[in-house]
Each structure stands twice: as structure tokens, then as C-alpha cells.
């Protein structure tokens, strides 16, 4: 995903979550009155001793990398020009990870969005920062295993198809790789386990449950024929058949993991995440496709509390 367009989803991602804070009024304790003839021995002053709770960093943004595993899934493929309307019984899908030499370059080269990337920026709606409201992209990807054996079910060319083929370069290349882009919204927990609260060395669990929209490239081949979209940045997004993004569905998921702070501001995460996607009329050639998939996604990114 280029960068233009992803800096695009942040700023809305911030603005639906400014859209989200509720102002809350600082109320200041009055103190009970004394009686001024006790002899009573006063506590001592806890005025100079730091909060337990920060009254900042409200906001937090991470960057990441991931690795995305999915089950097999069936693909139904509508081209009525050329006679077919078939399923492709459970295809089996892998990611399309970089190599750590490619991670390193692209990286080096300021080139963020070459791999699988994870970016996610929130805001803390309570003041002990325990739960907050959170935009989430995840950049993955979807590629059919070339050369696998799948049951093939339906009409193709105009005949009757019941039968195991090969998935080819030329009959069914299907992919999803610029990627099946998952956008949501999620609400965020999170409780200490281990260390000082919000400061360096603090260990946390988190956990989120959100919702949103698939937003998918598609590029494929499917009975020899690849689909045609148009320019990358003429026709980028989102709801014509030629555009190079599409919304095309949506995608509900839960994610858990832990949270260790590095410093005041800086930290690390490593959550695992399951999702659940419906993608209706992908773009292939002279037709549509139709899939719903499960996703298992490891992902460690690198946070900013601000």
C-alpha cells in the first residue's frame, strides 16, 4: 500500500476517534474541615509525590510487520459472458511474507509498505488508560496455492463441471495482493500484569474486538483470462469495477496479546489475531467472485505513546 494513501486512512482513522472523545471537567477535592483546636498528628503531604496515573499520552500510534494463515476457503467465479458459474471447493492460500533481506532493504530504503504491515493509532477514553478506541489497518495478503488439487463444482462453459483440477497460472491464479486490506474499528483493554504502572519496564495484557471493511486489490487469472483494472492513482478507490481498491466486503475480528514499555514513550506488542472476512464481487474478468475466509495473524509492531 502506497503511503499517500495510507497517511489518507490515518488522518480519517483520527478524525472518527476525535469524533468519539467525550470532554471531561478536572474536578479538584475539597478537603474536610479541621478542627484547628486538635492536637491530632497531620499525614504527610502527598502533594510533591508523583501520580500513580499519567495525565498525558493520551494517544498512541504502532507500525508493524505480520504473518497471515488461513484456512481453506471456498471461491465461487460468476463470468456469464464465457458460460461459467463454478466453485472452487476449499482452496488452500498463503501470505506472501518478505525474506529478512528484503525486510532490512525495504526498510533501509524508507520503503515502509512493501510488506505486511499493521498500523494502528488510538485514543484512551478513561484516565487510568485501561480502555481506548482504536483505527486499525492491517496491510495482508491473499495468494492461492499454484498447483494445488481443489474439486471444481458448477457450470464451465456452459457444461456441467463436477470434478478435481489443478489450479494453474492459467485456470485459477487468484490473488489478493495489494493487499486484502482489513480497516476497523476497535475497542482496546488493557491490564497491568507485571512492573510499573506506565513506566519503562511496565508489562501489559491487551486485547481488542473490532469491526470494519475489506478493502481488496485483486489481481488474478481465472480460465486464462487476468482482470483488468485502471491506474494505480487515476482509479484508485473504491466502488468501480476498474478501481485498483475496492470495498468489497467486511470483516470482524478479535485480537489479543501483550504490551511491555520500553520507555515513557516507546513500546513493543506481540498480539495474535483471528478475523472473519465476506468479500462479494471481487474483480475478475468479465465477472465477479464471491469468498468468505477465516484469517490467523501473528503480528509485533513498535508503539508511540503521545
Known amino acids: 500500500m502506497h503511503t499517500k494513501f495510507t497517511r489518507h486512512l490515518i488522518f480519517i482513522a483520527t478524525l472518527s476517534i476525535l469524533a468519539c472523545t467525550t470532554a471531561s471537567a478536572e474536578t479538584t477535592p475539597v478537603a474536610p474541615p479541621t478542627n484547628l483546636d486538635s492536637a491530632a498528628p497531620q499525614e504527610p503531604s502527598t502533594a510533591n509525590q508523583p501520580p500513580l496515573i499519567i495525565d498525558d499520552k493520551n494517544w498512541y500510534f504502532s507500525w508493524g510487520y505480520s504473518r497471515q494463515y488461513y484456512a481453506p476457503s471456498d471461491i465461487h467465479i460468476s463470468q456469464p459472458g464465457l458460460g461459467n458459474d463454478f466453485t472452487v471447493h476449499q482452496a488452500k492460500a498463503t501470505d506472501f511474507h518478505t525474506n529478512i533481506p528484503e525486510t532490512i532493504d525495504s526498510t533501509l530504503n524508507f520503503n515502509f509498505f512493501a510488506p505486511q504491515e499493521n498500523i494502528r493509532i488510538g485514543r484512551f477514553m478513561d484516565a487510568e488508560k485501561t480502555f481506548a478506541i482504536e483505527f486499525s489497518l492491517d496491510h495482508t495478503k491473499y495468494n492461492t496455492n499454484l498447483d494445488q488439487v481443489a474439486r471444481v463444482s458448477g457450470t464451465y462453459h456452459n457444461a456441467p463441471i463436477d470434478q478435481d483440477k489443478v489450479l494453474d497460472k492459467q485456470f485459477f491464479d487468484y490473488k489478493l495482493h495489494n493487499g486484502l486490506n482489513h480497516i476497523m474499528l476497535n475497542a482496546v483493554w488493557l491490564n497491568h500484569l507485571y512492573g510499573p504502572k506506565q513506566k519503562p519496564g511496565d508489562l501489559e495484557a491487551i486485547s481488542r474486538?473490532?469491526?470494519?471493511?475489506?478493502?481488496?486489490?485483486?489481481?488474478?487469472?481465472?480460465?486464462?483470462?487476468?482482470?483488468?483494472?485502471?491506474?494505480?492513482?487515476?482509479?484508485s478507490c473504491c466502488f468501480s469495477s476498474n478501481d485498483w481498491w475496492q470495498l468489497r466486503g467486511w470483516t470482524v475480528g478479535v485480537e489479543v496479546g501483550v504490551r511491555y514499555r520500553m520507555t515513557e514513550s516507546l513500546y513493543l506488542e506481540l498480539t495474535g489475531k483471528e478475523a472473519y472476512g465476506v468479500l462479494r464481487k471481487v474483480a475478475v474478468f468479465e465477472g465477479t467472485a464471491d469468498q468468505e475466509l477465516w484469517l490467523t495473524e501473528g503480528v509485533f509492531s513498535l508503539g508511540y505513546l503521545f
Open 209 to 235: 474486538v473490532g469491526g470494519g471493511i475489506l478493502l481488496p486489490h485483486a489481481d488474478n487469472t481465472i480460465d486464462g483470462h487476468p482482470n483488468q483494472l485502471g491506474p494505480k492513482w487515476v482509479n
